[in-house]
């Protein structure tokens, strides 16, 4: 529970507390009920890249009241009145001191970091638009599910609208518990601090509680898909406006995407757009595109560089050289032997390889062996090192393997769908996109868990884990690696 605000205490004996220190949480920060080998607690998640503490009882409470509003010995008073227990104002120092020292930072320091901004896509309004805004889709693509419940189980957080809420509420009989073992009120739990309202589903072993034995939702099995939750309902749809038109792809962040790409069922994108319509709002590409450190393209020279990069997929040989080249037209830059390009980013891989590992770690300490994020780190750790390895000025064993089945189709969803606009920069997502390819390929050969995939593996960590993240710091490192020279320093 790192607290935020000056005049905080350092964490040791009791000296006396002043009535104006009034912890308050790390913005972004949440919770999570989470069931394993040792029962249920609760799992604090905060910062990026994130850290996860594991809570019992005593600093679940205090965590939901450290809002800012309370000093110590009124957060003693309430978490004694609310566990009918005596808990005085040294325990309730001890316990936020030892949270917050879980960083090694001092309290009142703001440990989130400072996110790159990212502009390229940003939201618009529906009003009158709403009417004329028309699906397109890529060309053939198609979903299916495996039925295993993987995709429930590779997020920290299932978020839940009220009205998500009240469907899972309609779909159990009263008292009845859900297939995770835990009742509706245990299950469903507000995750966020200070009035914040939007509920989260519980896991046991990382999976969402609502999962039959059979691995199957609970909700959409008693009362049909429209009564999912609707994050759970679009997946694995992604959509970006451009005009009049709403380009819809697909988040290949589930094996089922590549393994029903040519198999599924056509894509229906009639819920999506009646959501868009219901809420007014759309994520749009803006009118210009950060493509490198020093360069934004208007959107329609964007759009251009899009259609020819789609145009081009089906012909090309390989998708982490075709990835290195469009960075290098991106940033301006000679690029040079794909090879030699890879090499030159072994500062930005020696870091992923820093976080995987770390990360591994992390949940190691707070998750149970069974959860599958668990081995989704450990996997990619392992395969992130090995790159380092080879990518590493003295190793001689080559740097781009063989191509994975898939690749073209996963590379298509990510340009069609305006996927890599999320990153800081077009350089950036191309060289990020071109480490994650190589990386799966490393990994094609090691154990993975048959409900993940290498390249859905690697997509999911990079969006949603914070992977990506990293690369937009590392950006100017890409860039060198592309042979950009640094700008010049203005003299006086």
């Given at each position: 529970?790192?607290?935020?605000?000056?005049?905080?205490p350092t964490?040791?004996?009791?000296q006396?507390?002043?009535?104006?220190?009034k912890?308050?949480?790390?913005p972004?920060?949440f919770?999570?009920t989470?069931?394993?080998?040792?029962?249920?607690?609760?799992?604090?998640?905060?910062?990026?890249?994130?850290?996860?503490?594991?809570?019992?009882?005593?600093?679940?409470?205090?965590?939901?009241?450290?809002?800012?509003?309370?000093?110590?010995?009124?957060?003693?008073?309430?978490?004694s009145?609310?566990l009918q227990?005596p808990v005085g104002a040294?325990?309730?120092?001890?316990?936020?001191?030892?949270?917050?020292?879980l960083?090694?930072?001092?309290?009142g320091?703001q440990l989130?970091?400072v996110?790159?901004?990212i502009?390229?896509?940003v939201?618009?309004?529906?009003d009158?638009?709403?009417?004329a805004?028309?699906?397109?889709?890529t060309?053939g693509?198609?979903?299916?599910?495996?039925?295993?419940?993987g995709?429930?189980?590779?997020?920290?957080?299932?978020?839940?609208t009220?009205?998500d809420?009240?469907?899972?509420r309609?779909?159990?009989?009263?008292?009845?518990?859900?297939?995770g073992?835990l009742s509706?009120?245990t299950?469903?739990?507000?995750?966020?601090?200070?009035g914040?309202?939007?509920?989260a589903v519980?896991v046991?072993?990382?999976?969402c509680?609502?999962?039959?034995?059979?691995?199957?939702?609970t909700?959409?099995?008693?009362?049909?898909?429209?009564?999912?939750?609707?994050?759970?309902?679009?997946?694995?749809l992604r959509d970006?406006?451009?005009?009049?038109q709403?380009?819809?792809?697909?988040?290949v962040?589930c094996r089922?995407i590549?393994d029903f790409a040519?198999?599924?069922?056509?894509?229906?994108?009639?819920e999506?757009?009646t959501r868009r319509?219901?809420?007014g709002?759309?994520?749009?590409?803006?009118r210009?595109?950060?493509?490198?450190s020093?360069?934004?393209w208007?959107?329609?020279?964007?759009?251009?560089?899009?259609?020819?990069?789609?145009?081009?997929?089906?012909?090309?040989?390989?998708?982490?050289?075709w990835?290195?080249?469009?960075?290098?037209?991106?940033?301006?830059a000679?690029?040079g032997p794909p090879?030699?390009?890879?090499?030159?980013?072994?500062?930005?891989?020696a870091?992923?390889a820093?976080?995987?590992?770390?990360q591994a770690?992390?949940?190691?300490e707070?998750?149970?062996?069974?959860?599958?994020?668990?081995?989704?780190?450990?996997?990619a750790?392992e395969?992130?090192?090995?790159?380092?390895d080879?990518?590493?000025?003295?190793?001689?064993?080559?740097?781009?393997?063989?191509?994975?089945?898939?690749?073209?189709?996963?590379?298509?969803?990510?340009?069609?769908?305006?996927?890599?606009l999320?990153?800081?920069?077009?350089?950036?997502a191309?060289g990020?996109?071109?480490?994650?390819?190589?990386?799966a390929?490393?990994?094609?050969?090691?154990?993975?868990?048959?409900?993940?995939?290498?390249l859905?593996?690697?997509e999911?960590l990079?969006?949603a884990?914070?992977a990506?993240?990293?690369?937009?710091?590392d950006?100017?490192?890409?860039?060198?690696?592309?042979?950009?020279?640094?700008?010049q320093?203005e003299t006086?």
């Amino acid at each position: 529970m790192p607290p935020v605000g000056g005049n905080f205490p350092t964490p040791g004996p009791l000296q006396g507390y002043r009535r104006s220190v009034k912890p308050a949480l790390v913005p972004g920060a949440f919770v999570r009920t989470y069931v394993g080998e040792v029962g249920r607690t609760w799992v604090l998640i905060f910062g990026m890249p994130a850290h996860r503490v594991r809570l019992d009882l005593t600093d679940r409470v205090l965590c939901d009241h450290a809002d800012g509003r309370r000093d110590i010995l009124e957060l003693a008073e309430l978490a004694s009145e609310r566990l009918q227990r005596p808990v005085g104002a040294a325990e309730v120092d001890e316990r936020i001191g030892r949270l917050v020292s879980l960083r090694g930072m001092v309290a009142g320091d703001q440990l989130t970091m400072v996110e790159p901004q990212i502009n390229n896509l940003v939201s618009r309004p529906l009003d009158a638009a709403a009417a004329a805004l028309l699906s397109v889709v890529t060309s053939g693509a198609r979903t299916g599910c495996h039925m295993r419940g993987g995709c429930c189980r590779l997020y920290d957080r299932i978020g839940l609208t009220p009205e998500d809420a009240a469907n899972v509420r309609e779909a159990f009989a009263e008292d009845e518990l859900t297939p995770g073992g835990l009742s509706l009120e245990t299950a469903l739990r507000a995750d966020g601090f200070g009035g914040h309202d939007e509920l989260a589903v519980a896991v046991v072993d990382g999976a969402c509680v609502l999962l039959d034995a059979e691995e199957k939702c609970t909700v959409h099995a008693r009362l049909g898909i429209d009564k999912k939750p609707a994050g759970c309902r679009q997946y694995p749809l992604r959509d970006v406006a451009v005009g009049d038109q709403l380009h819809v792809g697909l988040a290949v962040e589930c094996r089922c995407i590549l393994d029903f790409a040519e198999t599924g069922d056509p894509l229906d994108t009639s819920e999506l757009l009646t959501r868009r319509r219901f809420i007014g709002e759309v994520e749009e590409v803006a009118r210009t595109v950060g493509v490198s450190s020093r360069v934004r393209w208007p959107r329609a020279d964007y759009l251009a560089w899009r259609e020819r990069a789609l145009a081009a997929l089906p012909g090309e040989p390989d998708l982490v050289v075709w990835a290195l080249r469009e960075a290098a037209v991106a940033a301006g830059a000679p690029g040079g032997p794909p090879e030699l390009v890879l090499r030159s980013m072994s500062p930005v891989i020696a870091d992923l390889a820093r976080y995987f590992r770390n990360q591994a770690r992390d949940i190691s300490e707070v998750y149970s062996a069974n959860d599958l994020e668990l081995e989704l780190f450990g996997w990619a750790a392992e395969a992130m090192a090995i790159l380092d390895d080879r990518t590493h000025p003295a190793s001689s064993p080559d740097v781009i393997l063989s191509p994975l089945p898939g690749e073209r189709f996963y590379v298509e969803q990510l340009v069609f769908s305006h996927n890599l606009l999320r990153s800081k920069t077009l350089t950036s997502a191309l060289g990020g996109l071109a480490i994650r390819l190589a990386a799966a390929r490393v990994g094609a050969g090691m154990r993975l868990d048959p409900r993940l995939h290498q390249l859905s593996a690697m997509e999911v960590l990079f969006r949603a884990h914070g992977a990506g993240y990293l690369v937009d710091t590392d950006a100017h490192e890409i860039e060198r690696a592309l042979g950009l020279p640094e700008p010049q320093q203005e003299t006086t």
